[in-house]
């Protein structure tokens, strides 16, 4: 079972500024089936970012992913006040269990 | 646009089995995609439990298989989640959601919450 690690738990920036979460495979993610998505608090999930570098219809451009592998990463180029949330990372190979990652919290700093 | 919502009992008693159900509006469940159930412990993260695709083919998470059944009923457009044998670890808001892949979602519900108490 592949388990999904993403860092930081919190990260604390400033509307304006660039921020990058990082998600960690235990195994690699077969065809970089990953995903990101948003929560905000009392809301549903929303997806962002599917095969690990393609963007969701409607989603701004200012979100781009990366990565391959093991090591994935979510960047958003600059902060909007909507953005600060909660973010996972999910991986959804057809072997997987659709395992997602423990979340990081973007908060305003 | 695609809308789903979910529905069924926020109070199960223990040992007793869990059953919600999924209305889709604007999109024909038996025209295509994936439909899918997940879950969140309050303040925890989030867990796939299953998904069906339109031809009633269903795929599980392994932990819980045992105890979920998913089906469809394209002349009602909507998809439904049993989960037997509850106990207080499976209380959680259970989102619905469309899926593009059997385990990833695009469209998701807004939630329910469900606890499992006496």
């Known amino acids: 079972e592949i388990v999904l690690t993403q860092s930081p738990g919190t990260l604390s920036l400033s509307p304006g500024e660039r921020a990058t979460l990082s998600c960690r495979a235990s195994?690699?993610?077969?065809?970089?089936?990953l995903a990101w998505y948003q929560q905000k608090p009392g809301q549903a999930p929303r997806l962002l970012i599917y095969g690990a570098s393609s963007r969701a219809t409607g989603i701004p451009d200012r979100f781009s992913g990366s990565g391959s592998g093991t090591d994935f990463t979510l960047t958003i180029s600059r902060l909007e006040p909507e953005d600060f949330a909660v973010y996972y990372c999910q991986q959804y190979g057809s072997s997987s269990r659709g395992t997602f990652g423990q979340g990081t919290k973007l908060e305003i700093k | 646009q695609v809308q789903l919502q979910e529905s069924g009992p926020g109070l199960v008693k223990p040992s007793e089995t869990l059953s919600l159900t999924c209305a889709v509006s604007?999109?024909?469940?038996?025209?295509?995609?994936?439909w899918g159930w997940i879950r969140q412990p309050p303040g925890k993260g989030l867990e796939w439990i299953g998904s069906?695709?339109?031809?009633?083919?269903?795929y599980y998470n392994p932990s819980l298989k045992s105890r979920v059944t998913i089906s469809v009923d394209t002349s009602k457009n909507q998809f439904s989640l049993k989960l037997s044998s509850v106990t207080a670890a499976d209380t959680a808001v259970y989102y619905c959601?469309?899926?593009?892949?059997?385990?990833?979602?695009?469209?998701w519900g807004q939630g329910t919450m469900v606890t499992v108490s006496s």
């Open positions: 195994q690699s993610v077969s065809s970089s089936y």
């Open positions: 604007g999109y024909s469940i038996s025209s295509g995609y994936y």
């Open positions: 069906i695709y339109h031809s009633g083919s269903t």
């Open positions: 959601a469309r899926g593009f892949f059997p385990r990833a979602f695009d469209i």
